[in-house]
C-alpha cells in the first residue's frame, strides 16, 4: 500500500513510514493511494471487536507489519477499553442509537487510536533503532490519551502542547499527573488553533525535524484514521450490515473521514453528518461553499472549539478529484484567511456530508431532554451530536450518533445541564488527589524549540 501527500510534493511512503512522519514534508496530509475493499461485510456480526480491527486495519498496513505483529498490538491496545463490546450501542429513541467510545483509559473516543498507534510505534522503533520525539497540539482528549498510551514507552519522547486555562480539570490531570519521564504536558498561552499552528511550525522546519526526530500523533496521522474506521464497522455489521447513518460531533474532521473511508471500503453508511457547535466553519463551509476562518469561541463542548480543520484537506483532496496542485491552492489562500470550493467539488461533498450547528443552549437542553427521556447522561460533545441526530432520523434508516466523551469528562457542562456531577469511573477515582507537573510556554516556536532540546530524555 502506497501513501501519497495531499499536496502532491512529498515522498510516497508505506504505513509505517506515514505514520511515523504523521504531516507530510510538503504540508500535506498521507492519504493511500487506493482505499481496499472490505470483503466478507456479511460474516462480520458477532465477531470480536479485535477480529474486526485486524480484517479492518490489515490491508492499511501492508508489508509494514507481520500479521503477529499487528494482532499482537490490536489485542494489548484494546485490552485497555473497559467493556466487552468495546464501542457498545445503546438505544436512545426509535431508530437512533448512541455508540459509546468512551469506555479506554482517558474516557475519549480518541483512545481507541491512540492505545494502538503506542503499540504500533513500539513495533517500529524497536525494530529500527530509532528514537522520535512526538509533539502534538490538542483541545484536552488527544494530549491526555497520547500521553496515556506512550508514557513509559521505549526510544519516544512525548511533548503536548495544550491551551492554557482552556482545557477541563479532568483533561488537564489526565495529562500532568502521569510521572513516566519521557511524557511532557506544555501549557500554551493561547487557543488550540494556536497550538496547532505551531505544531505546523515545527513540522515544516525540516532541520529541526530532522535533528528530533519528529513524528506527530494528530488527527492527521493517517494511523489513527485506520483505527477509526473499525468501529463504523462494528456499529453497522451488529444493525444487520444495512443502510445507516451516521452523526459524529467533530472539530478536526478526523473521526467523521474515518467514516467516509469505512463507506469507500464498502460499508452501507448513507449519509454522514458533521455536528458542530457554535465554531461550525464546517456546517458554513457545507452550507454556502466558503472555507473561511473565523476567531474561536470557547463552548462547553471544547474538543470541538477550532476553526481550521485539518483532516477536511483529506475530503477536499478526494472531492477534487485527487487533484493536489488545487489543493496546494486553497491551502496557500487559506493562510489569507480562506477559500471558495468549486462546484463540482462542494456537490461531492454534499452528496457524503449534510451538516448542522448547535448552540450552547441547545447543547445543555439536550442535555437535560436525553436524561429525561431515556436516563442516560451524555456529555457536551455528545449532545451536540445527538441534537443534529434527531433533526434527520428518517424511519426505515438506523441513525447512530458517535458519543465521544465519558460526561465524567466534562462535569460542568453536565452540572450546568442536569444539576449532577458525574462521577469518575473507579480506575481514575485518584486522579484529584495526585501532584500535577506541567510547563507554561508562550505562542512562540523558538521557545518551543529550545524546551524541546532541553528535555528530551535521549
Ligand atoms: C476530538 C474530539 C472530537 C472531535 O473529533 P475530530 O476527529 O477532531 O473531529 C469530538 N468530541 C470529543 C469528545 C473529542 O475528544
Not at 463540482?344 to 429525561?372: F, H, K, N, P
Amino acid at each position: 500500500m502506497r501513501y501519497v501527500s495531499t499536496r502532491g510534493k512529498a515522498p510516497v511512503l508505506n504505513f509505517e513510514g506515514a505514520m511515523l512522519s504523521g504531516l507530510a514534508r510538503d504540508g500535506g496530509l498521507y492519504l493511500p493511494e487506493t482505499i481496499p475493499a472490505l470483503g466478507g461485510l456479511n460474516e462480520l456480526d458477532g465477531l470480536a471487536y479485535d477480529e474486526v480491527a485486524f480484517r479492518v486495519i490489515r490491508p492499511f498496513t501492508g508489508d509494514s507489519f507481520s500479521d503477529a505483529d499487528l494482532r499482537g498490538a490490536i489485542a494489548r491496545a484494546y485490552a485497555r477499553i473497559e467493556h466487552a463490546a468495546k464501542a457498545p450501542l445503546r438505544q436512545l429513541a426509535p431508530g437512533h442509537h448512541l455508540m459509546e467510545l468512551f469506555h479506554g483509559p482517558t474516557l475519549a473516543f480518541k483512545d481507541f487510536a491512540m492505545q494502538l498507534i503506542a503499540q504500533l510505534f513500539e513495533i517500529a522503533l524497536k525494530r529500527s533503532g530509532q528514537r522520535i520525539t512526538i509533539v502534538g497540539a490538542t483541545s484536552g482528549d488527544t494530549g491526555s490519551a497520547a500521553i496515556e498510551a506512550f508514557k513509559g514507552i521505549d526510544n519516544v519522547d512525548v511533548f503536548i502542547m495544550f491551551p492554557h486555562g482552556r482545557v477541563s480539570e479532568v483533561q488537564r490531570r489526565q495529562m500532568t499527573t502521569p510521572t513516566a519521564e519521557n511524557v511532557h504536558a506544555l501549557a500554551v498561552t493561547g487557543h488550540f488553533d494556536d497550538c496547532q499552528a505551531r505544531l505546523k511550525d515545527l513540522f515544516n522546519d525540516h532541520a529541526f525535524r530532522d535533528r528530533v526526530g519528529l513524528a506527530g500523533v494528530n488527527s492527521i496521522n493517517w494511523a489513527r484514521v485506520v483505527a477509526q474506521i473499525v468501529y463504523y464497522v462494528t456499529a453497522t455489521a451488529s444493525l444487520g450490515m444495512r443502510e445507516t447513518d451516521f452523526t459524529v460531533p467533530t472539530g478536526n474532521f478526523g473521526d467523521i473521514f474515518a467514516g467516509s473511508v469505512a463507506r469507500a471500503m464498502g460499508l452501507p453508511i448513507r449519509r454522514l453528518i458533521v455536528a458542530t457547535n457554535q465554531n461550525d466553519i464546517l456546517h458554513r463551509a457545507l452550507t454556502t461553499g466558503e472555507y473561511r476562518v473565523g476567531t474561536v469561541e470557547p463552548s462547553i463542548s471544547p474538543s470541538m472549539d477550532i476553526q481550521v480543520s485539518s483532516n477536511f484537506e483529506r475530503a477536499l483532496y478526494l472531492a477534487y478529484g485527487g487533484d493536489a496542485p488545487a489543493v496546494a491552492q486553497l491551502m496557500d489562500e487559506l493562510r489569507e484567511g480562506g477559500f471558495v470550493i468549486s462546484q463540482g467539488a462542494l456537490q461531492s461533498l454534499r452528496d457524503q456530508y449534510l451538516s448542522g450547528r448547535v448552540s450552547e443552549d441547545e447543547t445543555l437542553a439536550m442535555i437535560r431532554t436525553i436524561r429525561a427521556e431515556t436516563g442516560e447522561v451524555l456529555c457536551p460533545h455528545s449532545a451536540v451530536g445527538v441534537a443534529v441526530a434527531r433533526r434527520h432520523v428518517e424511519p426505515g434508516v438506523p441513525m447512530v450518533t458517535l458519543a465521544t466523551a465519558h460526561p465524567a469528562k466534562f462535569p460542568d457542562a453536565v452540572e450546568a445541564a442536569i444539576g449532577i456531577r458525574p462521577a469518575l469511573p473507579p480506575h481514575m477515582a485518584t486522579l484529584f488527589d495526585l501532584p500535577e507537573r506541567m510547563t507554561r510556554v508562550e505562542n512562540d516556536v523558538a521557545a518551543l524549540k529550545s524546551l524541546i532540546l532541553e528535555r528530551r530524555t535521549q
